[in-house]
């Protein structure tokens, strides 16, 4: 008889796996490609299951939103695992995509989200007290958030990312901007774009992108147009025989007509800077401001985000609202690494009443504290929270491995 | 400048938007799909291709790609293979959080990521001779926290990010964890059968002996377990389907683990011939000669020490009343209630003013506790006997102090200077955690998932708590 061998008795049920087989899953072992592909289409397939699935707690159902979310972040995770396994060393382990192991997941995963979604992301909910995490060691996205233990102890490799980041991040920018317009264009107030303004974005959008898709009025507007290179002078042009044509219309009464005398370009140029703005502090808070792999393309995440850091909410003060916003405002174009430019961003906060006399240095940890409160609502987001900080500290910024601190 | 002009950095964004990359966008596809055509179109032009990659190596796929890829029309295989693909990349590409590893000495610690701003109390800890772990009690397949002194132990990599993690040792972790920190069920009638965990635990130390490094740990568990195994045998034999499975498979293991570390106990001969029929029968009969013994109730304890206070005559006039959160970490397991973990305190006057301290006794509850009194800056110590469901003690106290503060410890477990809210937040993240096990295997509904197979499936103390009539 030895302690570590489990004597299983006699009553093993139909169907129910073996010791031996539950074993035989768990070990690691060689795979070629074609297995690999095998086990995520497993994977898949459970996906499917979860989201198809009636489960219910002890209140009813839960919403499909809920179902589809959960089953996504527990197929992600195990797409991980079996990533991270088979390109460390070319195995696979079967466990990681059995039913049982997911379904398990999958229960666990739906139950957090649905007391998550009733209290840490409750900042839409107005009135709502503020959520407290039901635990300070389960973050919200904890199936998004392997950890991959790689140190000498384990002969794990690390990988640097193949390519350079910044390489990568333009073209993810522009992949974005036609929804963060259409984003904007359906939203009112200080993070919304006004029917004129939205106007011009789709237009600046279409010229200069190629992409996104114009309104009726947009296409008339761009016929009138007869040399686009000048298309804001332009856009003034027609934007003021359009106020001719409208005062023409409703001067038939006798009324004079205020005088409209030439195109008014301020107004365009006003209008182009405003939707730049918004864009790319979208940019800051939807790419710069995620955690890495996870730029936030969801309608649905930009406005909850927005709200975050347009309207007053328990999760940031004012004052780190403000600073978000500035910070947006000056994303560097230039280099085009998204961060925030840091000569600009302090003369522009320093309009703030709050901070006319903040020195360089207290505005930029003042925004890096911002920016930590705010990372963590973003989906994906893992604890503690990688994004590329204006500080570039390392807390934040993903960083090689430290084979160990000698100290 | 003046509104009419752009910015410099307004014109260098525009000059970016001015010079897009040459391919098609394809984010709504990586959000919701491909169709047949487009997918085509990317697998043929490496370009596409290529494109896809860079994009998706910063946003993640969207659902409706997923489920797009799933099925075997040719648009699911075509989405399939551009989303394995894809996600082949993005593991490629991915910025792997890395634990934090530290080295002290010789001590080497390894916190994952997740982990990293855990209360370690919180966490299901096993020690080793060898080194430490502690795991997340509701996430058993993650890497646990690990320490170990010199060389990395083989258990390193057994629990490592590339194991299967579903290590033994999690399950006696959890089972210690429970041990510890369930907060009792907190029904008079159905209260915390300790017995039964006790049992469990004993097995999986037994099975762990080889990692523990002796069988010193399920001798101890295992001591005056042989009674409550004998128990188990008939009180299971109305237990049905998995929870039936679940008894079923302890009690072999049981049995040789029981005959193997108290061998000279009085229950040893009819342990050995339990062992033995359950080597050789299909099934189990009922034990003739064993009670079917529970453990006792727990005599029904008052509502609140409110009502207990209100109850007890005191003629004189109280001048200051309060609650203080009692820290579980301060106390022995469920020696409060699991509704009352407050301690009522209350000064009466008098000739002499007196301080009145009431705990509520919980499940498993102890001879007595302190209670830790600082009034004006004085401290003193004020035993607190416990008189059926009731600790409760009285102080005399020189003069009606001006600031009193209260604390309730048992002798073994010292004092705990947190704050009252870091303790009520400790409370509620065990109950969460409590409470989150019950929702899985009982309260969640369809998909139903064979537990017996998994490491964290229910103890039987688990279940009989939450099901009186098991």
Known sequence: MTPDKGVRGSFVGNGRLSDEAKAELQRPRPATEKELEELLRQLLDLLVECVGSTIADRSGRYTEQLKREAAEKTYDYYVFRLMTNWRADGTVIPWLAHRNVFFHKFKRTIRDLNRHNTTLRGVRKHGQEEPKPVSRFIPMDAAEAPDIIVSRVHGDRWRAPESTEAQALTPMALELIPRIISVLGTRTGDSGLSEKHAQLARILMHLELGAGSLAEDDVRLLWSFTDIRVWRSQVAQAWHEQALADQQQSTGNGKRPRALTKPNQSEVNEGTRRVLQLTKTCLYLFITLAPPQRAVARPETMHQLLDLVFHSNKSLTTQQRKLLQHAGKNLQPGAWQFRVHKDEFVSSARTLAAFRTSTEDELLEDLHQAEAAFAPHVPGQRTPPRFRCVLECSDHLPQPPKGHIDD | ?470
């Not at chain 2, 009674?227 to 008939?234: A, D, H, K, M, S």
């Open chain 2, 1 to 470: 400048m003046t509104d009419n002009e752009l910015t410099s950095q307004d014109v260098a964004f525009l000059e970016l938007l001015a010079s897009p990359p040459t391919v098609d966008l394809v984010l709504d596809d990586i959000l919701n799909g491909f169709s047949v055509e487009r997918a085509r179109e990317v697998l043929d032009s490496p370009e596409k291709l290529n494109h896809l990659l860079t994009i998706v190596a910063q946003v993640a796929p969207g659902l409706g790609w997923k489920l797009a890829s799933s099925g075997t029309t040719e648009a699911s295989r075509l989405n399939a293979q551009l989303l394995f693909a894809a996600l082949q990349h993005r593991a490629e590409t991915a910025d792997i959080d890395t634990p934090l590893v530290t080295q002290l000495d010789e001590l080497t610690t390894i916190v994952p990521g997740r982990l990293a701003a855990a209360d370690r109390a919180l966490l299901a800890h096993v020690a080793l001779p060898d080194g430490d772990l502690w795991w997340d009690p509701l996430n058993l397949d993650e890497p646990p926290i690990v320490a170990y002194q010199g060389d990395a132990p083989r258990w390193v990599a057994e629990v490592g990010p590339q194991s299967a993690g579903q290590h033994p040792l999690g399950r006696y972790a959890l089972g210690r964890w429970l041990f510890r920190w369930h907060p009792g069920t907190g029904q008079h009638h159905n209260p915390f059968d300790e017995p039964l965990l006790r049992l469990e635990l004993g097995v999986l130390a037994w099975q762990n002996a080889s990692h523990l490094g002796s069988t010193e740990a399920a001798t101890h568990w295992l001591r005056d377990s042989g009674t409550t195994l004998l128990q188990l045998v008939n009180r299971v034999q109305h237990w049905t389907g998995w929870r039936r499975e679940l008894a079923d498979d302890l009690l072999a293991p049981a049995a040789d683990a029981y005959l193997a570390t108290q061998p000279d106990s009085g229950p040893a001969a009819a342990i050995r011939e339990l062992a033995d029929r359950l080597r050789h029968a299909d099934t189990l009969v009922q034990l003739s000669g064993i009670d079917q013994l529970r453990p006792a109730d727990f005599s029904a304890a008052p509502e609140s020490a409110e009502l207990a206070l209100v109850a007890g005559e005191s003629s004189n006039q109280v001048i200051a009343q309060g609650l203080v959160t009692i820290d579980p970490r301060c106390v022995p397991p469920r020696s409060i209630a699991r509704r009352q973990m407050q301690a009522m305190w209350e000064v009466v006057d008098g000739p002499n003013p007196e301080l009145h301290v009431l705990v509520v006794a919980g499940e498993t509850p102890v001879e007595g506790l302190q209670a830790q009194v600082v009034a004006d800056g004085v401290e003193s110590v004020l035993e607190l006997r416990r008189t059926g469901s009731l600790y409760s003690g009285n102080l005399q106290l020189e003069q009606l102090p001006d600031r009193l503060d209260v604390q309730i410890v048992h002798p073994e477990h010292g004092r705990d200077s947190r704050s009252a809210n870091r303790r009520e937040d400790f409370i509620a993240d065990i109950e969460s955690i409590i409470e989150t096990r019950q929702e899985i295997y009982l309260d969640l509904t369809d998909l139903s998932v064979d537990c017996t197979v998994l490491v964290d499936r229910p103890f039987l103390a688990e279940l009989v708590a939450w099901d009186a009539e098991l």
